[in-house]
């Protein structure tokens, strides 16, 4: 409805303003779901053939980052990859920095829940004062007026944002939700996404927003109901943050969250297994019933997923995962999982990181 509402105003504005607003505020909305990435290896490779370096939830940490590429021995002229697994941006100080960074060096990332925020809520207040400049209206008040409507995270997030050149929020935006590795030795079909996936369901098929919140699935039983009540506020909660999330500053309605209720039990009940993914801990660890879905798949037809998010789990390597969040900016560690070429056609996969100060 705002939305419609912008279209139709900013009609009235400068022709750039309103056409490079629309695109970016498009872009921010409806990132691409899946992307295909090519690493910087194919067998049968020589001995100082490049490496991927794929790194967990850097949070604006930025000098934290350079020392863990120097200790990793990340070498651009090697042609030696990184991979960001989200949430390369917000809470710490040096957002602008880390994708000033990750620009230079030409790295790929995903999309996380943190960018999501930031870019959102950017947009958010773009369209407020887009609306307000068309309406003949003050611009700025109408700015305030929007961050009124923002938790204190969201306000936070669109701090952020404003510290991020229009270039780096352009290229935030355009990062995707996965990113498909292909086949790769020794490991097989993989893929980078930065909270997980839904076990079960075709990476094509998944929820957007899922994959960069999930921490648990809830189990269905055969009527499409929940274990006890607990489950089911959780699954009611993850509902109305998943709205939410979408329109920072717009609370849903009950219509609307009973509506995205249905549509996601229709959509996971029936299925082998019958889960949701939620973004609370009330549920099973959805990297446990992802392996022992993946393991249960003739051999080829597997996926193992590299994924930040979760600093409370950790680190955790397992056959079809491995988890590279160590809570760096909250004084942890910044984890790097590099893949090296090794032999003449096989990989091996090791862990580099560096201690981090107190954002
Ligand atoms: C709800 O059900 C889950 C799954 O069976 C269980 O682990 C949890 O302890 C239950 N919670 C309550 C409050 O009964």
């Given at each position: 409805m705002v939305i419609a509402k912008l279209t139709a105003l900013l009609a009235n504005l400068s022709i750039c303003y309103a056409t490079c607003l629309s695109k970016e505020i498009h872009?921010?909305?409806?990132?691409?779901?899946?992307?295909?990435?090519?690493?910087?290896?194919?067998?049968?490779?020589?001995?100082?053939?490049?490496?991927?370096?794929?790194?967990g939830d850097v949070h604006g940490m930025l000098s934290e980052l350079e020392k863990l590429l120097e200790k990793a021995g990340f070498s651009e002229s090697r042609g030696d990859r990184v991979i960001f697994a989200g949430d390369m941006i917000n809470k710490g100080l040096e957002s602008a920095g880390v994708v000033d960074l990750a620009m230079r060096i030409n790295a790929a990332s995903v999309r996380g829940n943190h960018e999501d925020?930031?870019?959102?809520?950017?947009?958010?207040?773009?369209?407020?004062?887009?609306?307000?400049?068309?309406?003949?209206?003050?611009?700025?008040?109408?700015?305030?007026?929007?961050?009124?409507?923002?938790?204190?995270?969201?306000?936070?997030?669109?701090?952020?944002?404003?510290?991020?050149?229009?270039?780096?929020?352009?290229w935030s935006a355009g990062r995707p939700l996965v990113l498909r590795l292909g086949d790769l030795p020794s490991l097989g079909e993989a893929a980078v996404v930065h909270g997980g996936m839904a076990p079960g369901v075709e990476v094509?098929?998944?929820?957007?927003?899922?994959?960069?919140?999930?921490?648990?699935?809830?189990?269905?039983?055969?009527?499409?109901g929940f274990a006890n009540?607990?489950?089911?506020?959780?699954?009611?909660?993850?509902?109305?943050?998943?709205?939410?999330?979408?329109?920072?500053?717009?609370?849903?309605?009950?219509?609307?969250?009973?509506?995205?209720?249905?549509r996601a039990l229709e959509f996971y009940g029936g299925r082998d297994p019958a889960v949701v993914p939620i973004d609370t801990n009330e549920g099973q660890w959805w990297v446990?019933?992802?392996n022992e879905v993946e393991k249960a798949k003739p051999e080829g037809k597997t996926l193992t997923l590299f994924y930040g998010h979760d600093s409370k789990r950790g680190i955790n390597v397992r056959d079809y995962s491995f988890g590279l969040d160590s809570k760096c900016v909250d004084g942890g560690k910044l984890t790097a999982l590099v893949l090296e070429p090794e032999g003449s056609e096989s990989l091996k996969h090791y862990l580099v990181d560096v201690e981090c100060k107190i954002a």
């Open positions: 872009r921010i909305q409806n990132p691409t779901h899946n992307a295909p990435y090519s690493p910087p290896f194919s067998p049968p490779w020589g001995p100082d053939a490049p490496r991927l370096l794929i790194i925020r930031v870019l959102r809520t950017w947009a958010g207040a773009e369209m407020a004062r887009a609306l307000a400049k068309a309406a003949g209206d003050d611009a700025d008040a109408a700015v305030a007026e929007y961050e009124g409507t923002l938790s204190e995270d969201e306000l936070k997030a669109l701090q952020t944002a404003r510290t991020m050149s229009p270039a780096q929020r352009k094509e098929d998944q929820d957007p927003w899922a994959m960069y919140n999930v921490r648990t699935v809830l189990h269905l039983d055969d009527n499409d009540d607990t489950q089911a506020a959780a699954f009611e909660e993850t509902v109305h943050t998943k709205l939410r999330d979408m329109l920072p500053g717009t609370e849903p309605s009950l219509d609307e969250i009973a509506a995205e209720k249905e446990e019933v992802w």
